[in-house]
């Protein structure tokens, strides 16, 4: 089991705007595609506008192949053409994470 931890950085006052077209146009359709999000949190306290997004997955190999079927999906290229357009973001990292020995998530 692996977990994509992505972290998404908007610029000042777009997270409201980049949140609400996440919602609506980019979250169904990962839904599809990767299953439900393990979890997904903006910054209270710290680095403000921020999201963070874990998403679990069986393998590296199970990750491509979902990310790759919805890559290929025409929708999802014109929802992040919209993001990169509307110039939301300011920076976008992710990490591929394994739970250590002792943790198994959800237990």
Same mark, same amino acid.
Request: proline content about 7%; overall charge neutral; aromatic content about 12%.
């Given at each position: 089991?692996?977990?994509?931890?992505?972290t998404?950085?908007?610029?000042?006052?777009?997270?409201?705007?980049? *949140?609400?077209? @996440?919602?609506?146009?980019?979250?169904?359709?990962? !839904?599809?595609y990767?299953? $439900?999000?393990?979890?997904?949190? +903006?910054?209270?306290?710290?680095?403000?506008?921020?999201t963070?997004? *874990?998403?679990? @997955?069986?393998?590296?190999?199970?990750?491509?192949? !979902?990310r790759?079927?919805? $890559?290929?999906?025409?929708?999802? +290229?014109?929802?992040?053409?919209?993001?990169?357009?509307?110039?939301? *973001?300011?920076?976008?990292?992710?990490?591929?994470?394994?739970?250590?020995?002792?943790f198994?998530?959800?237990?």
């Open positions: 089991m692996i977990f994509d931890h992505r998404y950085t908007a610029k000042p006052n777009m997270l409201p705007s980049f *949140l609400k077209l @996440y919602e609506d146009v980019g979250l169904p359709m990962q !839904r599809q990767l299953g $439900e999000p393990f979890g997904f949190f +903006q910054t209270h306290i710290g680095d403000l506008s921020r963070v997004h *874990l998403w679990k @997955y069986d393998s590296l190999a199970d990750r491509e192949a !979902r790759d079927q919805m $890559e290929a999906d025409p929708e999802w +290229q014109a929802y992040r053409r919209k993001v990169i357009d509307t110039d939301y *973001l300011a920076d976008m990292r992710n990490q591929i994470l394994k739970p250590v020995s002792f198994i998530p959800g237990k």
